[in-house]
């Protein structure tokens, strides 16, 4: 059920080959306009689903590697690698 409204503006253009789309696909433009954002987030839904699997697994790989009996020395190197992998994954990257 569509229960919210929302309103956008386009240059002429723009909404004028969204017409074109839309008839096309026998759509109305507001359809399109549905169907176009939910593949959209569809495609956001996936990159975020993505970076927090890899996440998960770092620190999988982590508890593997030290959290057990025989752990190995830890380098700067290393720490240092490890803060520059996170840092891919905080807000705007």
């Known amino acids: ?6 309103q956008i503006l386009f240059d002429k253009k723009d909404y004028q080959l969204l017409e074109k789309v839309a008839g096309k696909e026998a759509v109305s433009v507001g359809e399109l306009v549905r169907l176009s954002v939910r593949k959209q987030l569809a ?40 803060v520059r992998e996170g840092r891919k994954y905080e807000l705007g990257g």
């Not at 975020?48 to 982590?62: D, G, L, M």
């Open 1 to 6: 059920m569509l229960d919210k409204r929302v």
């Open 43 to 82: 495609v956001h839904r996936e990159v975020e689903k993505r970076k927090r699997r890899a996440v998960f697994e770092s620190v999988q790989n982590w508890r593997r590697k030290f959290m057990t009996k025989n752990r190995p020395k830890i380098t700067s190197e290393e720490i240092l690698g490890w």
